[in-house]
């Protein structure tokens, strides 16, 4: 029974890991900041679920009922505030990716390190 | 464009009701899922969607980028505004039981205007970020 | 019910996340991180998180979307292939894994009440929320009310971003020099525009 409860965690980990690769094993730049969203968004999954309470309710009160169960609405509160960071980190990130296709001609991570090691 | 007249109908039959949308989530979110960052994103895809079906001129010509930039600041100065009034009134900083005659009142102002800010900063940083991408030119290879 | 739908929601996600990172066309790549986003949406609702689930929809599956996209417009779609197998990505991935299963093992059993992660502070903020602040929605509460300073950073994040965008693309100069191979290379030229604004700043 304990093992049914970790499968939800443990598929999250493995959509994290599968971020993770993404952001260091490949080499284009737009495709290792998306490997990044894809990662945070695992995380976040991974967070909420653990505020989750089995039979309760979203933390929105309702009127005039007495004894209801809410989910825990931390966990909502601080992962807002991540979604919001991260989609500032990627726009940021793509800017810079803007900049260094203009300066090296080429967003692949090993053709920018040849041009920089030529010079 | 001939090709296009079904994009632009229905264009600008869905852009007020999104831009109504995005208030709706905004001063509903005491009371359901929403809030001030969520209408904010809304409200500026409905001018996202301007820009591409109506090309990225027409949309600046509608919102200039230094509306949208100031837009950006503004909001944070209204979120630090309130804390700076209710320090003003005798509370600390961003304590909203000061702000009206008794404490539940001034919490649901402070809530109010703070989401506010907050909804005026996320849509003008999301509009200014989308033309700082899409006006940029392309380099000649 | 909703265990079915739980699952397959998860596998939909694990089958996603596979394809973006096998994919080489960037296009293709971008669409599915705005799939990915919307399936996280529908799996934040069943986790009771709505207004999660909302912003999730929003930013994630809009505006990341349209950011990725413009970039692509810039700088091209195509990713190379990879040169050679990589072995040492994969052995820092799964070790890490394996470590991460390991720390769950001792994990709470998922979804019970009395979890420490509901003790203390949320059980004091869902009964006092609405005599205190009159507002239904306890995440709005919280987040404009009783975590206030943490949204005041949040929106100066969200702010900093923009100037940094800004200072990184709109820099609204009309006649500088560009950074080219020519002139890395020693040859000077003087650019008349640069790729930059084709408007105002």
Redesign the interface.
């Known amino acids: 029974m304990k093992i049914l409860g970790l499968y939800n965690y443990w598929i999250v980990i493995g959509l994290m890991m599968i971020g993770f690769y993404t952001m260091i094993s490949r080499g284009n730049l737009v495709k290792k900041l998306v490997g990044l969203s894809v990662f945070q968004t695992s995380v976040m999954i991974l967070y909420i679920s653990m505020g989750k309470i089995l039979g309760g309710t979203?933390p929105?009160l309702i009127e005039g009922r007495e004894n209801v169960v809410y989910t825990n609405p931390i966990p909502s509160v601080l992962i807002?505030t991540a979604i919001?960071v991260g989609v500032a980190t990627l726009?940021v990130g793509?800017?810079l990716v803007?900049r260094i296709k203009?300066a090296y001609?080429t967003i692949e991570e090993d053709e920018i390190h040849e041009q920089d090691d030529v010079m | 464009m001939d090709d296009r007249v079904i994009l632009r109908v229905g264009a600008k039959i869905l852009i007020p009701f999104i831009l109504l949308f995005a208030l709706y989530?905004q001063f509903h979110?005491?009371?359901?899922?929403?809030?001030g960052?969520?209408a904010g994103?809304?409200f500026?895809?409905g001018f996202?969607l301007y820009a591409l079906v109506f090309g990225?001129?027409a949309a600046?010509a509608v919102l200039?980028?230094?509306v949208a930039?100031t837009c950006?600041?503004i909001?944070?100065m209204v979120?630090?505004g309130t804390?700076v009034v209710t320090l003003l009134l005798g509370g600390n900083f961003?304590d909203?039981n000061v702000l009206a005659h008794n404490?539940?009142?001034g919490?649901?102002w402070?809530?109010f205007s703070?989401?506010t800010?907050?909804l005026i900063?996320?849509f003008?940083?999301?509009v200014?970020?989308?033309?700082?991408?899409?006006?940029?030119?392309?380099?000649?290879? | 019910m909703s265990v079915v739908v739980d699952v397959a929601l998860l596998a939909f996600l694990a089958v996603t996340a596979f394809a973006v990172m096998k994919q080489r066309n960037l296009f293709a790549v971008a669409m599915l991180s705005g799939i990915y986003s919307l399936l996280c949406a529908a799996l934040y609702t069943m986790l009771d998180a709505?207004?999660v689930?909302?912003?999730e929809a929003?930013?994630g599956a809009?505006?990341s979307t349209?950011?990725v996209l413009?970039?692509l417009?810039?700088v091209g779609h195509e990713e190379k292939k990879p040169a050679r197998p990589k072995v040492l990505p994969l052995f820092v991935v799964l070790v890490t894994g394996a470590v991460m299963v390991y720390g769950t093992l001792d994990m709470p059993p998922f979804g019970r009440a009395d979890n420490p992660a509901h003790q203390h502070v949320a059980p004091r903020y869902i009964e006092k929320s609405g005599?205190?602040?009159?507002?239904?929605?306890i995440?709005?509460?919280v987040?404009?009310?009783y975590r206030?300073?943490d949204?005041?950073g949040e929106?100066?994040v969200?702010?900093t971003?923009?100037v940094g965008?800004?200072l990184l693309?709109?820099t609204g100069e009309r006649r500088r020099r560009?950074w080219s191979a020519d002139e890395r290379n020693g040859v000077v030229t003087e650019e008349s525009s640069e790729?930059?604004?084709?408007?105002?700043?």
């Open positions: 979203a929105i807002l919001v726009a793509l800017a803007v203009e001609g | 989530v979110g005491d009371f359901g899922p929403g809030g960052f969520q994103v809304i500026a895809a996202i990225l001129g600046k200039p980028p230094i930039h950006a600041a909001g944070v979120y630090a804390g961003l909203y404490a539940e009142h919490q649901e402070g809530i703070v989401e800010g907050v900063t996320v003008g940083v999301m200014a970020i989308f033309y700082a991408f899409a006006g940029r030119r392309r380099s000649e290879p | 709505v207004d689930a909302f912003t929003a930013v809009g505006i349209v950011l413009g970039t417009a810039l005599e205190e602040t009159g507002v239904p929605n995440v709005t509460s987040l404009a009310s206030g300073y949204t005041m929106t100066n969200i702010f971003a923009l965008v800004l693309i709109a560009l790729p930059g604004e084709d408007g105002d700043g």
